[in-house]
């Protein structure tokens, strides 16, 4: 009996040792990471960021009504307060073309300000609007584009006073929202499973299934002519350039990893970043053939949800709780 004992005791600690060896990431680390935490004055869940035509200039949103504003570079960021009714509005998306921005938000609400924020007034919109604002994209003097969180697409062309209508028909509850600089959008479902399509000139929106059992968790436009697309499990997957039709095959940079990847971001044509939970951080340099990780940030305690660059030399990670990071040109490529 104790022999046996001590054979089983054995398989367990083999066992024990190859999970372990599972669970280690064979991805190699990056070399220098150039993200730096920002302290921001709040713990609210931050949703977007957007810059003045100053690039010294910038406003960040989020939940709780969440309005901060920085006035060097996103180095340092001040609460401003704006008056609103007794109400928490979750602050969505946030929009600038030169000094005049947006303000989108739910429950219901639309702002915009003509002087790079020093002011904002309160844009009126329909009770019939299908859904809440979900995204603004500024587009130039008193015209911008905004959705709903049903995948409802409004434009105005006179700064608010009217809008219309770019669909028949909302496509319904929507997990994320994605806008390319020509205008077109890509649209993934609530529960992911399936994605929709839209582009100027259409009536509604164009659904398309997803290309396998693994619900999508985002999708976007690539600058370099292709779509990407973020399913459970870590997978990432690019069309074929100018082939938005045709997927090439799934990629799994971290096989043996149990987080998700949240959003993907190009900082230059060929250098891609995803973020996900639990603080990864992915980079690759060569347009997503090989990864590699970030693992100086993974001890920040948030996931990861939203990368933007605002230009190539300009960008942010967006996480939980106030959680803000910082992108710094290394001095190699500066």
């Known amino acids: 009996m104790y022999s046996l004992f001590k054979i089983w005791q054995q398989v367990g600690v083999l ?19 150039p993200w730096q935490t920002v302290s921001v004055p709040t713990d609210a869940n931050l949703q977007d960021i957007a810059f003045t035509d100053n690039p010294q200039h910038g406003w960040l ?19 401003r307060t704006l008056e609103l009714e007794d109400q ?25 300000t003509t002087d790079a924020g020093k002011s904002w007034s309160r844009i009126p919109l329909s009770e019939k609007l299908p859904g809440n604002p979900n995204t603004i994209v500024a587009l130039g003097s008193q015209s911008a ?19 219309k209508a770019m669909v028949q028909e909302a496509v319904g509850v929507l997990r994320n929202i994605a806008r390319s600089s020509d205008g077109k959008y890509l649209a993934v479902s609530a529960k992911g499973n399936f994605y929709s399509t839209w582009e ?8 398309h299934n997803r290309n396998s059992s693994r619900r999508v968790q985002n999708m976007g436009f690539g600058k370099d002519g292709r779509l990407w697309m973020l399913a459970r499990g870590g997978q990432i997957q690019f069309t074929k350039p100018e082939k938005l039709d045709e997927w090439e095959n799934a990629d799994n940079p971290e096989v043996s990893a149990s987080w998700g990847l949240l959003d993907l971001a190009y900082r230059t044509p060929e250098e891609i970043w995803v973020a996900g939970g639990s603080g990864n951080l992915l980079c690759s340099h060569d347009g997503g ?4 990780k970030d693992r100086e940030v993974e001890d920040v305690p948030s996931n990861f949800y939203k990368i933007v660059f605002l230009t190539p030399e300009q960008g942010f990670i967006i996480g939980q ?14």
């Open 321 to 334: 709780r106030g959680i803000l990071l910082k992108y710094q040109q290394p001095d190699q490529t500066a």
């Open 61 to 79: 949103v989020g939940s709780n009504s969440t309005l901060l504003e920085t006035t060097d570079g996103g180095q340092t960021w001040q609460p």
């Open 15 to 33: 066992l024990a040792v190859v999970l372990l060896c599972i669970g280690c990431s064979s991805v190699p680390s990056v070399s220098y990471n």
């Open 289 to 292: 053939k090989t990864w590699q």
């Open 145 to 163: 584009e905004m959705t709903t969180d049903v995948g409802a697409i409004y434009k105005t062309i006179d700064g608010g006073k009217t809008w």
């Open 200 to 207: 100027p000139g259409q009536n509604a929106w164009l659904g």
């Open 88 to 112: 928490k509005y979750l602050f969505s998306s946030v929009s600038f073309s030169g000094q005049e921005g947006w303000l989108a938000g739910e429950p219901s609400i639309l702002l915009h």
